[in-house]
């Protein structure tokens, strides 16, 4: 039988995972989060230290994207679901340029990956996921 040592990114998607559920309220029988805050997005990164990159269509939309959410994990395979989230700058449009993004919705699209083939996960701040963009008044 050969002993393999689960891979720490493995150990970080789990706790993420968790810690995700928890933000949901997932744990919990009778507290509900009331902020409605349920997914913590993350990047991925290779040993090349390239950012993990998908390209999808949604509502008749092409996007890509650096920016994920965990659903569901095989721990013992090292794999996970993962959601792919559309960046949005300030102005409403689609960003793939990590220092514009403002706003982050879920997609529709969803990707399984083995994760041995990263070794850094970034999470972003939850506080991006749905927020609302700035109402910017016309100029005269």
């Known amino acids: 039988m050969r002993w393999e040592r689960k891979s720490c990114i493995c150990n970080s998607m789990e706790k993420l995972l968790k810690e995700q559920k928890q933000l949901a309220g997932e744990s919990y029988q009778f507290v509900c989060n ?3 805050m349920d997914t913590i997005p993350f990047m991925l990164t290779n040993s090349h230290l390239c950012n993990f990159r998908v390209y999808g269509i949604d509502e008749n939309e092409c996007f890509s994207t ?13 794999c996970a679901i993962l ?10 449009c689609i960003t793939d340029c990590i220092q514009d ?5 879920k997609s529709d699209q969803r990707i399984t990956v083995d994760l041995s083939c990263f070794c850094i ?3 972003l701040p ?8 700035p109402i910017i008044e016309p100029k005269y």
């Open 66 to 78: 650096l920016i994920f959410r965990i659903e569901d994990m095989d721990s013992d395979r090292c």
């Open 101 to 105: 993004v403002y706003s982050i919705k």
């Open 34 to 36: 009331p902020y409605g």
């Open 121 to 123: 996960i970034t999470p």
């Open 83 to 92: 959601t792919l989230l559309k960046a949005y700058d300030m102005d409403g």
């Open 126 to 133: 939850p506080k991006f996921v749905n927020r609302p963009l």
